[in-house]
């Protein structure tokens, strides 16, 4: 009975002892005195950006392709190798072609020596013609026999007309295989770089449905351009000529400035996804940047110098808004100001009060102050203490006043 009745003490004294220490933590958290985190207004740069990924390419790139067919039996440029427009860079096996022109002009010779016979004919032709029209004067033929000439002499005439259109003929196809074989000669069209070769001798080229690609040639790799993809919700702010920068894991501690040359219109719809091709343009004297890098660009879209601003945080800074969170679910009181107005809290050796500001262009961590009782080196809240960190000891006996830049 003693031991059981030993027991029930002790729960009832444990109950007591729990309760006692929650109404004192509860006690003690109401009443300390709160802890602000601060930060000080000062002047500085605001810049607005838009982040995208991209990759690096050059300006223009030629794809050198052939129109005929057949083996490469020669190539004169490899990778890298600088080229001029006109230069020699593979050629294809010609003597098929070369053989086509020989059967060309071979009919061509043809075609004339049959019209130099016939231009024979229509002179002996025309002469009897002539003669047998005085020969009529004279009752020595007939009409009939006259008329009969004159019929094998336009013959004659036409055959002539003939042979010129076949000469013309078998010329343009002379031509046409002439410029055939001149095909086999793969020439480069600009001056530039070999970025790409894709044929070895040897290899056969087909062109029977479309133009293979044999190399691919940079026209100049001292000026590069970054295709970017840029969202629907950040391409309203980006235009032609804002300044930009980006850098590349190959030189990871270096930034190449750039400039965005072109905002192209055209979207590009991945899995519901819009984006647009934004164009940045960057000069490349070291030759340093190289086709298909991967470039992590920042355009800048806006930017305010020398400025008076104050971190982001503090614009959304409200005492009695804190106090309902620590003290009840209810929702913070409201407070209506145009877009542009805000308001923020002055830390005053611990007396807090209010000051309405104009806000300006921010950065997602500051934001620049237009107008308002706010001057360079006044101390602004950002945030309070929670009261359990206060109760556990967190955050120390005296406000923090780290700057959040």
């Not at 010609?94 to 043809?110: E, G, I, K, M, Y």
């Not at 009529?136 to 008329?147: M, P, T």
Request: charged share 20%; net charge neutral; hydrophobic share 40%.
């Amino acid at each position: 009975m003693t031991s059981r009745f030993g027991k029930r003490f002790w729960r009832i004294a444990l109950v007591v002892l729990i309760a006692a220490s929650a109404i004192y933590y509860y006690t003690r958290s109401g009443t300390a005195e709160p802890k602000y985190v601060t930060a000080t207004v000062d002047r500085g740069p605001i810049v607005r950006s838009v982040i995208a990924t991209g990759t690096v390419n050059p300006v223009t790139t030629v794809q050198v392709g052939s129109y005929v067919s057949g083996p490469i039996s020669a190539i004169y440029a490899d990778f890298n190798s600088p080229v001029k427009a006109g230069q020699l860079i593979a050629k294809i096996d010609p003597r098929p072609f070369q053989a086509q022109v020989d059967l060309s002009r071979a009919a061509v010779a043809n075609s004339r020596a049959q019209l130099r016979k016939d231009q024979a004919n229509l002179s002996y032709q025309k002469i009897t013609w002539q003669r047998d029209s005085r020969l009529l004067k004279e009752n020595v033929i007939s009409q009939d026999a006259l008329d009969s000439q004159f019929s094998t002499y336009n013959q004659a005439l036409a055959q002539v007309g003939l042979d010129e259109a076949s000469i013309e003929q078998q010329q343009a196809s002379l031509k046409a295989a002439e410029l055939n074989l001149n095909y086999t000669n793969i020439i480069s069209p600009v001056d530039g770089t070999v970025v790409s070769r894709n044929v070895d001798v040897g290899q056969t080229v087909a062109s029977s449905f479309q133009t293979p690609t044999l190399f691919l040639i940079a026209r100049d790799l001292t000026k590069m351009q970054v295709d970017t993809n840029v969202s629907e919700s950040d391409i309203g702010d980006i235009r032609s000529g804002q300044s930009a920068a980006f850098t590349v894991d190959a030189f990871p501690g270096r930034e190449f400035e750039a400039t965005v040359g072109q905002v192209r219109q055209a979207p590009i719809t991945v899995q519901n996804v819009v984006t647009y091709d934004v164009v940045v343009e960057v000069a490349n004297p070291e030759m340093q940047l190289k086709p298909g890098m991967t470039a992590n660009v920042t355009m800048v879209t806006a930017q305010r110098d020398d400025v008076l601003r104050v971190p982001l945080q503090a614009l959304r800074f409200s005492p009695h808004r804190h106090h309902a969170e620590l003290t009840a679910d209810s929702p913070p009181p409201t407070h209506p100001h145009p877009s542009n107005r805000t308001r923020v809290w002055v830390d005053d050796d611990g007396s807090l009060s209010p000051v309405t500001v104009t806000r300006g262009l921010d950065d997602g961590n500051n934001v620049e102050i237009l107008s308002g009782d706010l001057k360079e080196g006044d101390v602004v809240v950002t945030d309070q203490v929670r009261a359990a960190n206060m109760a556990a000891g967190i955050g120390g006996s005296s406000p923090f006043r780290g700057p959040h830049f």
